[in-house]
């Protein structure tokens, strides 16, 4: 049984920091791509992140460009994704979600399985 779990969201003031995490169980997860979504109310759902399988691919939506890292260890079958000078507009649920194969992908269709979701919160 695949099984993903995310930790670190919560309320953050404007122009603070988080570190989101995402455990993977059930799947081999070296070989795999991973990433970050994220849905904010009354939006769909949008990729923020993604890496590949090593690490030596990665890809940034434009909104978040520069301000947010996502990496990986193999290791600890752990992905996660580090959020800096967050604002208003990064209040949503950010769900973690592995790949089909080991490539980057920027569509949901590139996803095989998803974890439950963490809330992030920014106050103004």
């Known amino acids: 049984q695949v099984q993903l779990v995310e930790s670190g969201g919560g309320l953050v003031q404007a122009g603070g920091s988080l570190r989101l995490s995402c455990v993977v169980s059930?799947?081999?997860?070296?070989?795999?791509?991973m990433g970050w979504f994220r849905q904010a109310p009354g939006k769909e759902r949008e990729l923020v992140a993604t890496?590949?399988?090593?690490?030596?691919?990665?890809y940034y939506a434009d909104s978040i460009k520069g301000r947010f890292t996502i990496s990986r260890d193999n290791a600890k079958s752990s992905v996660y994704l580090k959020m800096n000078s967050l604002n208003s507009e990064d209040t949503a649920i950010y769900y973690c979600a592995s790949g089909r194969n080991s490539d980057v992908s920027v569509g949901e269709y590139g996803y095989a399985h998803w974890g439950q979701g963490t809330q992030v919160t920014v106050s103004s």
């Open positions: 059930g799947r081999t997860f070296r070989s795999i791509a």
């Open positions: 890496i590949s399988w090593n690490g030596g691919s990665t």
